[in-house]
C-alpha cells in the first residue's frame, strides 16, 4: 500500500505501567533498523518538566509523564507498521474500539505538547488537476487555493458551463 503524505495519522498505544520511555526507544530503534522512517515519523510521550529543589538547595529539573501508559505513534498505517508497533516489547495494544486502532487529530496532540508536522499536498495554486474519486470523479480543474492543514484544495471545475469552486480533499486529485 503506497502511502501519501496526508495518511500519516497519530495514532495512541497502551504500554506496560512504566515503560513509555522504553517503548518509545525501542520503536524508534525497531523503525530505524527496518527502514521505516517514511512509513513511522514520529514516537511522542508527553511530559511534562518541573524543578525539585533538595535539602541542600540544590535544583534539579524532574519530568512527570501527562498521560501515563500511554505513546503516540505519526504513521501511515498498513499491515507492516501495524506489526512493527504491535510486536515492540511491552506495547499492549493500539487504541480504538474492539482493538482496532483509531487516529486521532493532530490538535488533540499538539495540546499535549508535541511538533505536529504540517506535510506538503504536493500542489500550488495554479495547477491543472483531475478528480480520483468522489462525487466530482473525472472533472478536471484548477487549484485556486490549498487549506492551511494542506489536506483540502479548492478547485475551480467547470459545471454547467461555469466555473464553480469545490473544495476537495487533496489525496482525491491527481495533477495532471
Known amino acids: 500500500m503506497a502511502g501519501n503524505s496526508l495518511d500519516y495519522r497519530w ?24 527502514g521505516l522512517q517514511d512509513k513511522i515519523t514520529d ?15 540544590n535544583v534539579k ?3 512527570e ?7 503516540f505513534v505519526r504513521m501511515i498505517m498498513t499491515d507492516e507498521t501495524w506489526h512493527v508497533v504491535f510486536n515492540t516489547e511491552n506495547t499492549l495494544n493500539f487504541v480504538g474500539a474492539d482493538n482496532k486502532p483509531e487516529p486521532i487529530a493532530d490538535a488533540e496532540v499538539e495540546a499535549l505538547g508535541a511538533t505536529v508536522h504540517v506535510e506538503k499536498s504536493g500542489f500550488e495554486t495554479g495547477d491543472q488537476v483531475k478528480v480520483q474519486s468522489g462525487p466530482m470523479q473525472g472533472f478536471e480543474g484548477t487549484v485556486i487555493a490549498i487549506s492551511e492543514d494542506q489536506k483540502t484544495i479548492t478547485v475551480n471545475v ?19
Not at 65 to 71: A, D, E, H, R
Not at 161 to 167: H, L, S
Open 65 to 71: 509523564k501527562v498521560i501515563p501508559n500511554y505513546v
Open 11 to 34: 495514532y495512541v498505544i497502551a504500554t506496560s505501567s512504566g515503560y513509555e520511555k522504553r517503548v518509545k526507544e525501542n520503536l524508534e530503534k525497531k523503525i530505524a533498523n527496518l
Open 43 to 57: 514516537v511522542f510521550v508527553p511530559v511534562t518538566q518541573y524543578e525539585v529543589t533538595d535539602s541542600k538547595g
Open 158 to 176: 467547470n459545471v454547467f458551463g461555469r466555473e464553480t469552486p469545490v473544495e476537495i480533499e487533496a489525496t482525491a486529485l491527481l495533477k495532471i
Open 61 to 63: 529539573i524532574k519530568e
